[in-house]
């Protein structure tokens, strides 16, 4: 019998407010009546049947965070799980939390998703986790003119999103191994290259629309988009 792919959902929620000159991590902040954090949850489990859905915060937002899931998303089962100093970190934090439903195949696929990327699509979470189960690892990319970098190059050039998806045990491994190994990766993607070189990481279309609200314009393009 075919394996029925089943889904954990990491939303990475855990940094601070200083990229963005708010006091507030801006995750938290208002976007068309909602909060951020909020539309990325909602629309990161959108296409899965009973996902774990996992937050992943600062320790001091912990009210925050429990104030706004049950005012906004009572219905999604949101766990909430302390990260790190590090993206990295916060990432290690996750996977260990579903460990053990990991090793037990409860779980063969995590999808890991910036909590600052409130516009990905439900289609493009859903093309990222089947792609994942299939091939072992996906990403999402848009082509980038070299000019808008400033960069000569005859290769194209891609700017990778999140979510990010591989298949659940190599992905657990490879972050328990970083932990031994010291090692921290750029992303989910760096880390599980390094230690498992042989899987194929398929690059999915990403979506123009997908931005990462970082710094204070970002939000206005992000409401003008909406």
Known sequence: MKEKMR?????????SGARFGHSTNKVWLPLKGRTIISRSVKNAVASFNDPRTVLVINPLDRDLAEKVLDAEIPEIDVEIVEG??????????ALMYLSEEIDSGEINVVLIHDGARPLASEDLFDAVARTAFE???ALPG????PREIDVRSDK???RVQTPQAFRAKEVLDSYIQAK???FIGTDTAACVEKYYPHIESVLVAGEVKNLKITYSPDLA???ALL
């Open 180 to 182: 031994k190994d010291g």
């Open 84 to 93: 790190g100093a590090a993206r990295h970190d916060s990432e290690y934090n």
């Open 142 to 145: 848009i082509e980038v003119d």
């Open 221 to 223: 393009l992000a409401e």
């Open 156 to 158: 194209k050039i891609m």
């Open 7 to 15: 889904v954990a959902v990491v939303v990475l929620a855990a940094g």
């Open 135 to 137: 091939h072992g690892g």
